[in-house]
């Protein structure tokens, strides 16, 4: 079994490097005192903070927290996807790998934007070998018929932006749900939770 983290990912006890050459993975950097966002090195990214608002919240949005959600910063990364991520552990606290980030704390982590890069360059990174992984992307370049009719286009960004918000098996559920679609127009019908969870999906690949 393979899985796959911001380090990367493991099979058996042998691990390989997350994948190389995509042009939206994020790069850090530094700036005039200042972590490059992932909103400049990756498309991804920069779709990601204009849909949370991160765009164009004060400060940029790094200080930004989702009360009901408990989703922060600028990518409002919910507590699952820290956890994923390894920088929070499953009773909610900061873990080692955020402390070499300088985070112990969510305040912290919010008045930390190099660690907020951090993060969100490895969530990126996850999230693409995910979808790779489970083929969504490689139906980048191409179209599906959304859940109204209209073209909904496949772009890396795109697919990644939307499983930020849903997940890569939802996205890779979604796919599948159009495809199958398209060659059998009379299927059954979605249920309430499916039809929510698509236009999730749909949303964030035409953002």
């Keep these: 079994m393979e899985r796959c983290d911001g380090q990367g990912c493991r099979r058996h006890g042998q691990s390989r490097p997350p994948l190389q050459g995509r042009r939206f993975q994020a790069r850090a950097g530094a700036g005039r005192g200042k972590a490059r966002t992932a909103g400049i090195g990756s498309a991804p990214g920069a779709r990601i903070a204009r849909a949370e608002s991160g765009a164009t919240h004060p400060g940029e949005g790094y200080g930004a927290r989702n009360a009901a959600s408990g989703a922060l910063g600028r990518y409002q990364l919910t507590p699952q996807a820290l956890h994923d991520l390894g920088w929070k552990d499953a009773?909610?606290?900061?873990?080692?790998?955020?402390?070499r980030h300088g985070v112990g704390s969510d305040e912290g982590f919010?008045?930390?934007p190099a660690a907020q890069e951090a993060a969100m360059g490895a969530y990126l990174r996850r999230a693409e070998a995910?979808?790779?992984r489970n083929g969504s992307l490689g139906r980048s370049g191409g179209a599906v018929t959304g859940l109204d009719g209209a073209p909904v286009p496949l772009t890396?960004?795109?697919l990644v932006a939307a499983a930020h918000r849903r997940g890569a098996g939802s996205v890779a559920r979604y796919l599948a749900?159009?495809?199958?679609a398209a060659s059998a127009p009379?299927?059954?019908?979605?249920?309430a939770q499916d039809r929510r969870a698509f236009a999730a999906v749909e949303r964030r690949l035409r953002d």
């Excluded at 009379?186 to 249920?191: M, T």
């Design 91 to 99: 009773g909610g606290g900061w873990t080692a790998l955020a402390a």
């Design 110 to 112: 919010l008045s930390n």
């Design 130 to 132: 995910l979808l790779d």
């Design 156 to 158: 890396e960004a795109g």
């Design 177 to 180: 749900h159009r495809v199958a």
């Design 186 to 191: 009379d299927a059954p019908p979605l249920s």
